[in-house]
Every structure is written in C-alpha cells, then in structure tokens.
C-alpha cells in the first residue's frame, strides 16, 4: 500500500513477518498433510487464484461481472479438448484458452457498455452468458456432449501436467495463487490500477479527468478472463475431466463470488483470506455433517450471514484495523484521521 | 487568439430546447461568469463543451479544433478540466490518490502522478490533509478536491461550476483566493455561479443565460443592472415597483 512507502515502521515489518511466516509454512506443510487435506489445501489455492482474478473485475474495477465460470470453463475446455484430439501439451494449451476467454469476455464487456447495460444489468448478461455455453457445450458433440470429456492418463509427466499423486498440484495451485497475488500487486500501483479504482467510484468523474472508462473496463476484464481460464486448465487437469455442469454451472461462480465478498471485495488480500476461511469450512463440514443432508449448507449460510452483519467490508477489514491500531500504537507521528481502517471508513487503498 | 469560440450551439432534449443558438469567445488568461437563474441551460452548456451530451448543433472550437463529438475523456487530455456542481469524490480513495488520479493524465507512471499532486495540493494549501479518507472531509475540502483533481489534469481551460455554492463566507473568501491563484499560473476560467461576491470580485467578464439564450455579456457591474437580467432574476413585477 502507498501510504507504507514512508519507510519501515514496526507495524509494516510486522505484516512482513507474518507474510514471510506464513510462506514458509505453506512450502513445508504438505509433507504432514494426508491427501484429504491436501486436496483441501489445493482446492483452496485454486479458488484463492480464482477469486484473486475474479475481483480483479468485480472488487477491484467493481464491474457487476457474474460469469467468471464461463472464463473457467473456456480454459478448461480449450486446453483439454487440444490435449485430447491434437496431443498437445496443457501448458501449451492454456495459452489459446486463456486468449480465448480473455477475447470472450472482452466482447461481452464491449457489447454490454456499447448498448449502455451497466451495473445488474451487465451482471445479468454475464449471468446468462454460461448457461447459453453449457447447453451448448451438452449439446454438442464434438466438444464432449453431456458426458464431458475424459483426459486420458498417459504418463506421470510434468510436460503433460499430468501427476499420479497430488504433490506437484499442491505446489503448482500455490503457485498459481502467488502468480495472482503478484500480478494485482503490480496492476494496483500501474496507472491502469488506479484507473479501475476511478472507474469504480464514479465514472461520471473518472471520465473527466481522462479516464478512458471503456477501455480500462476491457483491459481489466481481459487480465481477469485471461487468468481465470488458466484456473479452468488446471482445475481439467486436476479432475482429468471436463463437463459442462461443473465448467460452466452457475454454482461455481457463486463459490468464487463469495469468497471475495467474505474476505473483503477489492483488496489484495481479501479474495485470499476468504478462500482460506470457506473452502477449509465447507469440506470439512460437509466431512463432518455430511450424515444429516443439507446441514453443512445451513452453517455455511449462517456463517455468511454472521461476517455481512458484522464484518461488512470483508474479514480482511478486521486485519486492516489490526495494522492501523499497530501503526497508532508504535508509530507517534501517525496522524490519527490517516487511519481509515481504525475509523471505519474503510479506505483501502 | 480565442482559447475556446462556441457559435450557433443547440440543445434540444425531445421538445424542449435547453440551448438554443448561444455563442461565446474567451481568450486566453480570462475568467469568464456564467450565469442565469436556475433552469436556464447554465449546467447544460458546461456538459456541451465536456463532452457529456452531444449538441444537436452549433461547433465548439478549443484551440482552433472542433471538440464536437469527441468523448469526455478526449476533451480532458485536449486541455478542458471540469469541476462538478455536485462533488463528485472518489469516496474509497485517499485525498491523494483522488488527485493523482487526475495526475496520470499527464504521465503513466505512478512516482511523477504522485509528485504532481503533491505539488497542486501544496499549492492548493491542501497537503496536511493528504492521507484523509474522503469521509472525514468537510464540504469545503470536498470542493477543494474537485479543483485539485481537475487541476492535475494540467487544463487550459477549466470549468467550474458553482465552486463557492453552500459555502460560508470565510470559506468563500479562501476558494476565491484559490481561484485566482489558478488564474494567475494561466489557466483559463469559465464559472457557473450564483454567489455574487465571487462574480464581481474575480470575472472579467460575464454572460447571462435565460431559457437556454444568452441576454447579455459584458462587464460584471454594467451587465448586473441591464434591465432585461434584472428582470430575468427578479421577474417583471419587480421591475415596474423600481420604476415607480
């Protein structure tokens, strides 16, 4: 954040302390987890780096973009498709898959604001959007039909991102997380970072102070598709499976969705935080109470309820007031309406 | 040379005619007033020239280039700031960060935006509060920030419309300070305003609107007792009162 570029008071070698703590923790921790919670700890980096890209749209530049599984599904279903019918490396796959989606939605960002829908009513294209894809996608044969397409297990070969045990997942996912962490860390201190945050706030405005709104919101709709279907390929790899209800079934852009909103829309480290806290939650207590059907939804629900009434901005906003408190506390010269987090206000960049 | 010429200028909204055939020439390094009584086409005109509605007719010339057309943000890098009647903050965003938004239009890189703005806040006397959330300012700072924003933008011209609406009078003392002070570093200036103490005390110049035309130009105190203004704002009954 700008306002640390002052110099390294106590309360920011704090934050990078426990950066740096929970780093290594997260390198060494899959050599005492059992596959049940690595496959745990996996699914939550995915959906740390989905979420991550996913506000990048809607957090971030705070577009009402409610299709991020169309993007998922595009990559997935690109990079599988070229696996399966012309033998072709994923890695080498997710590139077209990621052009594809970030093409995708470019256009259905441009055709939105083009013909003036904005806010829910963008959100409803986009909402329809995959569904149109996965009747589409059942219905045709070449791209697998209702029954999807099964990626055939040919070796145990990182060339063909393909492993007999779940190891290099775990490593590849957290990876991917941090590739996320990194690329929005750079886009909040670019020009085009502070334009989507212009645009965010008031475009009225933005644009008379030369913002370009409209190609801002395709520049920043097209990084976000791009890396979402990045997240498709690695998610048909992981499953070796694609099909169309979970590549392109509205749950899981809700599931992304959420994870923002819990951990703080339109922070760094909020889609993170909120994938941390749910994804753990809702395997564990569908382990857990899986005997009484329904249950585990029930808590999942109150639990969302619990942090919208309490924590509206997000649990990344308890974290924010933690560091504000910090930086009264240690640091004297902090000038005390500087501290939005402390006050409520919530500025938060 | 003229800065900014409009000729002929036309707004019609369905049946109704906002703007109808007005025409203004400001120079370079003027402060120019536009008023008139509510309703009279005075906001309309300022969203004319930014590029917010397009005319129905009629060229406005910026420069010597016909500015119809283009997009608002075309219009800004082109040189026109605009301020707006209604602040118009970015609220989640710092006192800085508003303003070196402002800033990148000039530059894409984030460390000469924000020394940039450190400079128009310095220069605006508005560095102390640099850090503030938006919420924590006053109405008065609100309406400094709208001027700091647009003045990061490095205009030529700049629109202001009704800076000094809802302020007290110490407040209005300093943003007519602050207004000149932009002035005199050569910026161009074209107001909406309805506090009269901010008119005759800094334009050089002011045009009088009704029903979309204009009624009169001129300077400040000659154009303030032409009959047809007075009447314009105090109606025809006062008039005849006057002249009995």
Redesign the interface.
């Known amino acids: 954040m ?2 640390d570029r002052s110099g390294a008071h106590p309360a920011n070698s704090f934050r990078n302390v426990l950066l740096i703590f929970f780093l290594v923790l997260l390198l060494v921790l899959p050599f005492f987890l059992n596959p049940y919670l690595l496959h745990i700890m996996i699914m939550t980096f995915l959906f740390a780096y989905l979420s991550r890209n996913w506000d990048l749209i809607g957090g971030f530049a705070g577009q009402f973009f409610l299709g991020p599984v169309v993007m998922f599904g595009i990559g997935g279903y690109t990079s599988t498709l070229l696996n399966v019918h012309f033998n072709l490396s994923p890695w080498i796959g997710m590139v077209p898959g990621g052009i594809l989606a970030a093409a995708t939605g470019m256009a259905l960002c441009y055709l939105s604001f083009r013909f003036g829908l904005k806010g829910i009513y963008f959100g409803l294209v986009t909402l329809t959007f995959p569904e149109i894809l996965r009747v589409v996608v059942t219905n045709v044969g070449f791209l697998g039909g209702v029954n999807g397409v099964l990626i055939p297990f040919r070796q145990n070969s990182l060339l063909y991102f393909q492993f007999a045990g779940k190891l290099p997942y775990y490593y590849i996912s957290f990876l991917m997380m941090l590739l996320s962490i990194y690329v929005m860390y750079r886009i909040e ?3 085009s970072g ?2 989507c ?2 645009i ?3 475009e ?10 409209l190609k801002y919101k395709l520049i920043c709709t097209g990084i976000g598709c791009f890396f979402l279907a990045l997240g498709g390929t690695f998610h048909a790899q992981y499953l070796m499976f694609v099909s169309p209800d979970t590549f392109f079934g509205i749950a899981f852009t809700l599931e992304v969705i959420i994870r923002s909103i819990v951990g703080g829309v ?1 922070t760094l480290f909020g889609p993170v935080i909120g994938s941390f806290i749910l994804t753990p939650l809702s395997d564990i207590s569908r382990g857990l109470l899986g005997g009484y059907r329904g249950v585990h939804l029930m808590l999942f629900g109150a639990i969302i309820i619990a942090i919208i009434l309490y924590l509206p901005q997000g649990v990344g906003e308890w974290f924010g007031r933690v560091y504000d408190g910090f930086r009264v506390r240690f640091d004297r010269n902090v ?1 005390r ?2 501290t ?1 987090w402390r ?1 409520g ?5 | 040379m003229s800065l900014l010429k409009i000729s002929g200028l036309r707004k019609d909204f369905g049946g109704l005619t906002a703007v109808l055939d007005f025409g203004l020439t400001i120079a370079k390094g003027e402060i120019v007033a536009l008023i008139g009584p509510n309703g009279a086409g005075k906001t309309t005109i300022f969203n004319l020239i ?1 590029g ?1 509605l397009r005319p129905s007719g009629g060229e406005i010339l910026f420069k010597e280039e016909n500015i119809v057309g283009l ?4 219009i ?2 082109k040189g026109i ?2 301020t ?1 009647q209604i602040v ?7 006192v ?2 508003n303003v ?3 800033a ?2 000039q530059t ?3 460390d000469l ?2 020394e940039r703005s450190l400079q128009v806040l310095e220069f605006l006397d508005f560095l102390d ?1 640099k ?6 300012l006053t109405i008065a700072d609100r309406k400094r920030l709208e001027l700091a ?2 003045l ?2 490095q205009p030529h011209l700049l629109l202001l419309d009704e800076v000094a609406a809802g302020l007290n009078p110490k407040e209005t003392e300093e943003i007519i300070a602050m207004i000149r002070k932009i002035n005199q570093r050569g910026v161009t200036l074209l107001m909406i305003e309805h506090v009269m103490k901010t008119i005759t005390s800094l334009a050089d110049r002011i045009v009088v609107i009704n029903y979309g035309m204009k009624i009169a130009e001129g300077k400040p105190f000659e154009v303030l007792r032409d009959p047809n203004v007075v009447k314009a704002y105090l109606g025809e009954a006062y008039q005849i009162a006057e002249n009995q």
């Open positions: 700008k306002r201190r670019s020009r502070y334009y945050l212009a965010r706030e008031d009225e405005a933005a644009e008379a102070l030369g913002v370009d709104t339109g000038d309406k500087a939005p006050r206000q919530g500025a938060k960049y | 930014s917010y997009k608002t943000n075309q800004c890098k700031g605009r707006f118009k903050p970015f609220l989640g965003l710092t800085i960060k070196m938004i402002g990148f239009n894409d890189r984030p935006s924000e509060k850090d503030y959330p938006i919420g924590s924003r647009s990061a933008t």
